[in-house]
Structures are given as C-alpha cells and as structure tokens.
C-alpha cells in the first residue's frame, strides 16, 4: 500500500476510537493530524494536550502508519515507567489489534531499555568478581550480607526462568546494591562476540526485537544516551515522539552529569588490585585517599574557583586512573577474568574522564563556561537516621559533580537534528508561551518548529476553583507552614472531610503539616515516607476521607480520579532552592546576557511545577474540586499573574468563605 493509498490518519484514528470503546475528541483529531503532518514535513512539533485528551493515541495513530509507510521505525519516549508500561501493556496492543484490518500489515512495537535494566548471564554464571566490596559488607554489616547473598541466589535462579531479564518483571523486587551484582552498564559490558554467553544475552535479545519494531518504546534516560554515546544504542531511526516532555531537559541534564564520590572510588582501588602492578595499586590507593579527604572536608555547594590543593588532588586521581587502565591487557589470555577487566576499565576510564572534564571546566572564564562544578554532601544509602547517628555526620557521602550548564545545544545538535522530533505533554506552555520550554530544547534559534495548543475536554472554569490565600503572610524562610497556614489547611480538609493532596515545597513542610494535622482532625492523614507511594497512593485512592501529604514525586505522579481527591492544597510557590548550584548558575548566565535570570529560570521552574501539581485535580470530565494555593505572592507579586497564566484556566478567587462552601457542597455528592 503506497503512501497516497493508505487510510488518512483520521479515519485510522476513528477506527481505533471505535474498536476501543471511545469517544471523538476534537482535541484529539487535531493532535493526530498535526503530528501526521509534522512526521511528512520534518517539521518539529512541540505540542500541549491537556489531560483527558487522549494524547497517547493521538501520536500513536500517526506514527503507527508513518512507520509503516516509510519503512522506518518511530521511538517514543517517557519519562517514567508507568506510561511505558501503559503503553506496552495497554495501548500498543490493543491499538494494534484495533487497527489489524485497516493496515497493509501488523504493526510490531517493543520496549527498550538500558543495559543495566537486564541480568547479565556472564557475570551471574562467570569468575566471580575481583573486587573485595561484598567482603566488606560482610565484615561490618553481616545482615546486609546475607540480604545480599539471598538476593543474589534468587536472581541466579531467576535467570534460567525469564524470558526478559527485564528487572522490572522481577516480583518482589532487589535492591539496587543487589541488582549491580547480576548485571552490567554499557561500559562494562563484553560486547557480543568476546561474550562467552553473547548468544543468549537478554539485552541483545530485546535490541534484535527493537531492531525489527514499528514502534520502540523508550526512556527518557535512553534517549539522552543514545544521544551522547559515540555507538548508537537505539535502532537507527529518523522519528521519535518524546511524551511527558516536560522532563526531557532534566533527564538528559542528568546523564551528561559526571561525579566522584569515595565508595565507587574506593570499589575501583579494591577491583584493580589483582590487574595491575603493586605501585600503581598503590598509587590508585593514595589519590582515592587524599582526594576523598578533601571533598570530606570541604564546603558543599557551586564551586566558581577551584583552590590549588584540590587541583593538586584531581590531577593525581586523574593521572594515576589513566595509568591503571593502560595498565590492564583487555584481551587477557584466560577469558574467565576478562569480566573483571572490563568492569575495572569501564571504572577508570569514568573516574579519568570526569576527574579531567572537572579540571577543564574552571579554564574558561566564568562567563564562558559551559559546565558547572559543585560539592553535595548527601545522606548514603542505607545509612542510619540523624537521630541514630548524632551529630558526628557518620552516613553523610561527599559528591563531587559536574553538570552541563545548559544541554540545548546537545539535545538540537544530536536529537533534533538527526530525527524528526515530536515533544507532548499537558504541560509545556509557562506563562501561556511555549518559548521558555523551546529555548530549553534548543529549538529557539536552531530547525524549523511550531507549537499547538490542543486544550482539554475540561471545562475547567466551571469544574475546579483556583484559590489564592492572599490573606495569608508570605512563607517563611525555614521551610515550614505558620499557624495562620495550618489553620488555613486545617479548616480546608474539614470542609472538603477529607479527600485533600497536599503537595509542599520539602519533606520537612509535608511531615510537620502532617503532624500538626493528625493532631487536630478527625481524618486520617498520611505522609509520603509511611510507606512505599504507590502503597500510599493506593491507601488514599481508597478511602474518600483520607488526605495525602508529600512532595515532589505527588506534584507528578498522582492519577487519583473520583471523589476521593477534591482538594489539592499547594504550600508555597515552588520556586528551586536558592542555594540549587546548577539553576543559579543557570540563572547567573542568563542574567550576564542581559535577560532576567530570576524570571526565566526561578519563575519558569515554579511555573511548571505548579501546573503539573494543579493538574492532579481533575483526571476525568466528571471531576470537581479546588486547587488551593496558599502562598499569597501569587496575588500580590508582579510575577503572579506569569504563574498564573501557567495553570489550567480554573475559575479564581481569593475568598475562603466562597472556597470552603464549594467544598462542603462537594461532599454532599452536589455540584461544585
């Protein structure tokens, strides 16, 4: 069937609509017409589809039959795996069914991840590794060792059962200290034909399947790799559709991010022990001691110079990695401890690189630099609680990292300007434009692009209310809520009997409203950290007088429809911490250009938040309630009317009596 032949993408659309038990929505029509034509024309698509659109089929349609008319497969991208999964498990192959007889041929769609996702046979059935890290957990934290031993037999005994070696078909899951112990990065890996166990690689396997897809179903994380490797690691492709691309920046910003911490420097000394010569072990030994010492000491936070001691310390890790990893023969003559050398030369080579990009990054002045350098001091994993701990610090892990300040040119240089691009989500317009997300991208001044606004099947002025609590006093500095905030909160769940999300600014604000609330009402109130989300989440969906309380993960990943969520309560105006390294630099560079670093990177970041936060509130036509935001900046200050011109367009007001008297009517089951 020629391309002129085949079905237009709105017939293919209604036939999908039909066989699904749907109905059309004009949003819907437009969406998948617009990105039918821009996957013809090679013109970038940015495209908002506010919730209830059907946004998932409206770009599936079009590249189902774009990639069956070109010959070429589509790659969609996500940014969290339960729209991967609701794409793989649901809509793909109920899509594909639906469209059977309306297509030349049966599309074939597959989902891909990275290496790490999958068990590796060679390590789980090869020598056993050099490295004395799983002794060390034994000699301090015997029980953590048998965890670990019994994890590892499990996953040894699950290997000869999977098809996959997917770690997400693995139930009850392992901790991701086990997961490293069966399974290998990219670096790490053998390659096919060293592998003695290449044939029956799962990872390969899942790529031959990729190979061969119509459709393949990505990550977000995947999709900057492919990017940034210099070997592709997707299936060649002249299309990708990047859903929940509000997340692509941060995602990608992420895995060009490089860090030195001292317990994988310190597996890496341990692991080349028995490959290299003793003075270089020796010598691999002392950079990892003094330099872990230094960043143990330091100050955390945005490094602008960088003092001679530490120079000292990179220079002397950097040259004594390098020197180890041509140390190490790579084709050994036993091939059973060829394993071991991969992964000990996958570790050098990273701490060489990022010791040295660390180095590079200060040459320039500041106004030209291109990465950022800063020293976190982080909780480790598995450490005990401040309270077990005191105040010696014990479990606090020093990082070291270095971070692109802006990844625009990288995402236009190797995604847009290898692949027609498509980018979706309910959010991507800040302050009613989408120029601040297309500067992000690269887009602004790089490949042609246009961007559409589908809007919703909501009717959101007469279905939610947008309160401002402008007779509130601004928040504080430490984080959590005044006594005027939580009898706000207090006598807003009363109203709505419960029913409420509080989304706030730190987990500290969350816990302490929490408390304060078990204390006070007759509902129950839960706390992101009582237990898993997804438990906390399915607790809340549950029972209608239940509120939730947590932070940044609620503001995104809730979908709780139903009277079980009326109220959505916004503690602050979530703006990034003022001491954030990277987005202060970020907004530092824009201010030395002349913009206004405050608004288009401090406002546009707590515009995006606070429009995936209001979007918990209504999740079907049928939904009502009220999104409260209790920071009264958004009425008094002159960027108010920028944010809120990023939400939804609610019907507003500032009086509570009003707001508290919708919610009461709400719970009697009347309309809002």
């Not at 469209?99 to 390590?123: E, I, Q, S």
């Not at 003559?333 to 570790?347: G, K, L, S, V």
């Not at 991507?428 to 961007?451: C, E, K, N, Q, Y």
């Amino acid at each position: 069937m020629s391309a002129e032949e085949f079905p237009p993408v709105a017939e293919l659309l209604a036939t999908a609509v039909a066989a699904l038990g749907g109905s059309q929505r004009p949003g819907q029509v437009t969406m998948a017409e617009a990105v039918a034509h821009a996957l013809e024309s090679g013109e970038h698509l940015a495209v908002q589809a506010g919730t209830g659109t059907g946004k998932s089929l409206a770009y599936l349609v079009p590249a189902i039959a774009r990639a069956i008319t070109a010959e070429s497969p589509v790659v969609v991208s996500t940014a969290t795996i339960a729209l991967q999964r609701q794409l793989v498990d649901r809509d793909l192959p109920r899509l594909v069914d639906a469209l059977a007889d309306a297509l030349p041929r049966r599309p074939r769609f597959a989902l891909l991840k990275g290496r790490r996702n999958y068990l590796c046979l060679n390590k789980i059935h090869g020598t056993p590794d050099t490295d004395a890290d799983s002794s060390q957990v034994e000699l301090f934290e015997p029980m953590a060792a048998t965890a670990l031993s019994r994890d590892v037999a499990r996953l040894t005994a699950w290997a000869s059962s999977t098809e996959t070696g997917d770690r997400d078909d693995l139930t009850p899951g392992v901790a991701e200290r086990s997961w490293s112990e069966v399974s290998v990065s990219a670096r790490e890996c053998l390659g096919m034909a060293r592998c003695p166990f290449g044939a029956d690689c799962f990872a390969e396997k899942a790529r031959a399947v990729a190979g061969d897809a119509d459709i393949v179903v990505t990550n977000h994380a995947l999709l900057a790799i492919d990017a940034i490797a210099e070997a592709s690691v997707l299936p060649e492709h002249e299309y990708v559709v990047v859903d929940e691309a509000h997340e692509l920046v941060d995602r990608v910003t992420s895995v060009a991010t490089g860090e030195l911490t001292p317990a994988p420097l310190g597996v890496a000394t341990r692991r080349i022990a028995r490959l290299v010569s003793p003075e270089l072990s020796k010598r691999m030994e002392a950079a990892v001691a003094t330099f872990s010492s230094a960043i143990h000491d330091a100050e955390p936070g945005r490094m602008d110079y960088l003092d001679a001691e530490l120079a000292t310390y990179l220079t002397a890790l950097r040259d004594a990695a390098n020197a180890a990893r041509a140390d190490i023969d790579p084709s050994p003559r036993d091939p059973r401890t060829a394993p071991a050398r991969t992964e000990a030369i996958a570790a050098l080579s990273e701490i060489a690189d990022t010791a040295a990009r660390v180095l590079d990054s200060f040459v320039p002045a500041i106004p030209d630099r291109t990465d950022v350098v800063w020293l976190d001091h982080e909780d480790s994993p598995g450490g005990r609680s401040a309270a077990a701990r005191g105040s010696t610090g014990a479990t606090m892990r020093p990082v070291l990292r270095v971070a692109p300040l802006s990844v625009a040119g990288l995402i236009r240089g190797r995604l847009f300007d290898a692949a027609t691009a498509v980018l979706t989500s309910a959010t991507l317009t800040i302050g009613g434009s989408f120029d601040v997300m297309a500067a992000a991208w690269g887009l602004a001044d790089g490949p042609s692009w246009r961007g559409l606004d589908v809007g919703s099947p909501f009717e959101h002025a007469k279905s939610g209310i947008l309160y401002i609590a402008a007779h509130l006093p601004p928040p504080g500095r430490d984080g959590t809520g005044s006594q005027p905030q939580l009898d706000e909160i207090a006598e807003l769940i009363e109203a709505a009997d419960g029913r409420t999300l509080g989304l706030f600014s730190s987990m500290r604000a969350a816990k302490a409203a929490a408390e304060a609330m078990r204390a006070r009402l007759d509902t129950p109130v839960l706390c992101q950290g009582d237990d898993s989300t997804a438990a906390l989440v399915e607790q809340f969906a549950a029972d209608p007088q239940t509120s939730l309380f947590g932070t940044l993960s609620l503001w995104q990943g809730v979908d709780v429809p139903g009277p079980s969520l009326s109220l959505v309560l916004i503690d602050r105006i979530p703006f990034p911490r003022p001491d954030d390294p990277l987005l202060t630099a970020r907004q530092r560079a824009v201010a030395a250009r002349g913009g206004n670093g405050f608004m288009a990177v401090a406002a546009a970041h707590a515009a995006l938040l606070l429009a995936q936060g209001a979007g918990r509130l209504l999740r079907r036509v049928d939904d009502r309630g009220v999104v409260a935001v209790l920071d009264s900046r958004m009425a008094t200050a002159r960027y108010g009317g920028y944010l809120r011109a990023s939400l939804p367009p609610f019907w507003t007001t500032t009086d509570p009596h009003r707001v508290k008297q919708a919610l009461q009517r709400l719970r009697g089951g009347a309309p809002g």
